[in-house]
């Protein structure tokens, strides 16, 4: 079974600031991870993803995360925070992929405030 | 390239009514799931379908809840004698065929909500 653990509820920071929202995964076998975005009532929009290729992956709006196997992280950044960026955010992972599950498994979330 | 569609984006029911949620996928994805989102919580996996097949529906609570994703339409997930604690928000996603990509593309989500 894969599990995934945001360590924070809530990151506040200033516009213009660094972001880094943290994730820990559990898995016993080589995981797709996923980052997800999911502004106020709507749906969910996919920032970026790792599928065991480049450990560090570029997403969409300046975002990245980088995979550490090591430490079993999958940490979400950003240089400089933007007000539009104020959003929950998810960290996911997927079934094994040879067993055919697709389901995702979903963190609990991380809510960012952007300061002005 | 329309994205994932789901009706209606919001649905309210009384105790005891049938709800019945929509989703298409986008073009040339043949696999659909459907997630849970209760307030204040991430998503939860209920049921993952492919045309006229039920792969996995490990998520899905033993009554009430039924999906189909039939050969022609949209996939449907219903719940039967709603109850309170059925209020949530209802996502569905769907993907390309096993070997092409494994992400998720989420619809807008249909919010619940049982008077």
């Known amino acids: 079974a894969q599990s995934v653990t945001q360590l924070d509820s809530h990151v506040s920071v200033s516009e213009g600031t660094p972001v880094l929202l943290r994730c820990n995964y559990s898995?016993?076998?080589?995981?797709?991870l996923f980052w997800y975005v999911q502004h106020p009532n709507k749906g969910l929009q996919l920032l970026l993803k790792?599928?065991?290729?480049?450990?560090l992956v570029k997403g969409i709006n300046g975002f990245e995360a980088e995979f550490k196997k090591s430490e079993t992280s999958f940490h979400l950044t950003k240089p400089s925070a933007h007000m539009s960026d104020a959003a929950e955010y998810f960290c996911v992972v997927s079934g094994r992929r040879d067993t055919g599950r697709r389901a995702l498994t979903f963190g609990s979330g991380t809510r960012l405030q952007v300061q002005p | 390239n329309a994205g994932v569609m789901q009706n209606p984006r919001h649905l309210v029911r009384r105790r005891g009514q049938e709800a019945r949620l929509r989703c298409s996928p986008m073009k040339g994805h043949s696999h659909v799931y459907w997630y849970r989102q209760l307030p204040e919580e991430g998503l939860k996996f209920m049921v993952y379908l492919q045309k006229e097949n039920i792969i996995d529906e490990s998520g899905m609570p033993k009554e009430r809840f039924s999906a189909e994703f039939p050969k022609e339409g949209p996939s449907i997930l219903r719940i039967q004698q709603v109850v309170r604690g059925d209020s949530a928000a209802y996502f569905c996603?769907?993907?390309?065929?096993?070997?092409?990509?494994?992400?998720?593309?989420f619809g807008p989500g249909t919010r619940l909500t049982v008077t």
């Open positions: 790792y599928t065991s290729a480049a450990t």
């Open positions: 898995s016993s076998y080589s995981p797709s």
């Open positions: 996603a769907s993907s390309p065929p096993i070997g092409t990509g494994v992400e998720q593309y």
